[in-house]
């Protein structure tokens, strides 16, 4: 089975960069490097529809709490890339995009994404009283494991000169979902996004839709979760504060942006437009 759960487009200039927020294979999680296979051949399979064939061109996977409920190390088995290098999964990794034309001679500008293992951070996982199996394999010590993964992260904004940050997880900082807020991220990750003016966190793990804005920092949430599953309902009782659109259905975002402005849009089931948000950055 294969999940669009958390499918999100980059759309640069002319190209369109499909990207997995989470789930990246399967709902259930994946048993085996010859299932992920399985399920990514199925996939990529070219006997598609044309605009199921346009957006083939590159999967860039972070590992959420259900893809540690099967077998987590087959999907970053290299094996997967060698066999499509278009699909990248890792625990933890960083891609740059030029954001310049040809006829833009000594360009330099540029988006940094920063893609991080979110699951390990959450303390009800490690709860003894936890019913589900998680598979933690691979990983070092909890504590060396996140202050490995915050240390790597903090060290690469520190250098970056990126024209936008967008850092990506699959669990919520800021959310109005089913979920609602993530204690151990608002508490150990958000510190590093406003030190470095990280522009997006875009994440899943909420079957919803929607667009938050720290009124701190000015680091803008993502939640783009209702590629399968939905309607958990958008909680209003929560913490509205910075709250610019919530949607409980199914839906996906698109977001393209050049050197100094980005578009953010928010598409329901049958790809209508219902939501927009434009981000400027200074020209000096």
Same mark, same amino acid.
């Given at each position: 089975?294969?999940?669009?759960?958390?499918l999100?487009?980059?759309?640069?200039?002319?190209?369109?960069?499909?990207?997995?927020?989470?789930?990246?294979?399967?709902?259930?999680?994946?048993?085996?490097?010859?299932?992920?296979?399985?399920?990514?051949?199925?996939?990529?399979?070219?006997?598609?529809?044309?605009?199921?064939?346009?957006?083939?061109?590159?999967?860039?996977?972070?590992?959420?709490?259900?893809d540690?409920?099967?077998?987590?190390?087959?999907?970053?088995?290299?094996y997967?890339?060698?066999?499509?290098?278009?699909?990248?999964?890792?625990?933890?990794?960083?891609?740059?995009?030029?954001?310049?034309?040809?006829?833009?001679?000594?360009?330099?500008?540029?988006?940094?994404?920063?893609?991080?293992?979110?699951?390990?951070?959450?303390?009800?996982?490690?709860?003894?009283?936890?019913?589900?199996?998680?598979d933690?394999? =691979?990983? *070092?010590?909890?504590?060396?494991?996140?202050?490995?993964? /915050?240390? @790597?992260?903090? #060290?690469? %904004?520190?250098t970056?000169?990126?024209?936008?940050?967008?850092?990506?997880?699959?669990?919520?900082?800021?959310?109005?979902?089913?979920?609602?807020?993530?204690?151990?991220?608002?508490?150990?990750?958000?510190?590093?996004?406003?030190?470095?003016?990280?522009?997006?966190?875009?994440?899943?793990?909420?079957?919803?839709?929607?667009h938050?804005?720290d009124?701190?920092?000015?680091?803008?949430?993502?939640?783009s979760?209702g590629?399968?599953?939905?309607?958990?309902?958008?909680?209003s009782?929560?913490?509205?504060?910075?709250?610019?659109?919530a949607?409980?259905?199914? =839906?996906? *975002?698109?977001?393209?942006?050049?050197?100094?402005?980005l /578009?953010? @849009?928010?598409? #329901?089931? %049958?790809?209508?437009?219902?939501?927009?948000?434009?981000?400027?950055?200074?020209?000096?």
């Amino acid at each position: 089975m294969v999940s669009t759960i958390n499918l999100w487009w980059l759309l640069r200039w002319d190209k369109w960069v499909p990207c997995w927020g989470s789930r990246s294979l399967s709902a259930l999680g994946i048993t085996s490097t010859i299932l992920a296979l399985l399920g990514w051949t199925i996939f990529s399979s070219p006997h598609r529809s044309p605009t199921f064939t346009l957006l083939q061109v590159c999967r860039l996977g972070v590992l959420g709490n259900h893809d540690y409920m099967g077998d987590v190390l087959s999907q970053m088995d290299p094996y997967i890339q060698l066999r499509d290098d278009r699909w990248i999964c890792q625990r933890e990794y960083h891609l740059q995009y030029s954001l310049c034309t040809d006829s833009m001679k000594g360009c330099k500008m540029h988006v940094d994404f920063f893609f991080i293992d979110t699951t390990p951070f959450v303390d009800d996982y490690w709860a003894a009283s936890q019913t589900h199996t998680f598979d933690w394999r =691979g990983l *070092a010590s909890r504590e060396e494991q996140l202050r490995n993964q /915050l240390q @790597s992260l903090n #060290d690469k %904004l520190e250098t970056s000169t990126a024209n936008w940050k967008v850092v990506v997880g699959h669990h919520t900082i800021r959310s109005m979902g089913y979920h609602g807020d993530t204690p151990e991220l608002v508490k150990n990750l958000l510190p590093i996004l406003k030190k470095h003016r990280v522009d997006l966190y875009v994440n899943g793990h909420d079957h919803t839709l929607q667009h938050i804005k720290d009124q701190d920092s000015g680091v803008h949430f993502v939640t783009s979760g209702g590629g399968s599953k939905a309607w958990d309902g958008v909680r209003s009782s929560e913490n509205t504060e910075g709250v610019l659109f919530a949607y409980d259905g199914q =839906g996906f *975002a698109a977001i393209s942006m050049g050197p100094h402005e980005l /578009l953010l @849009s928010f598409h #329901d089931g %049958l790809g209508n437009t219902i939501y927009t948000a434009h981000l400027h950055k200074s020209r000096h």
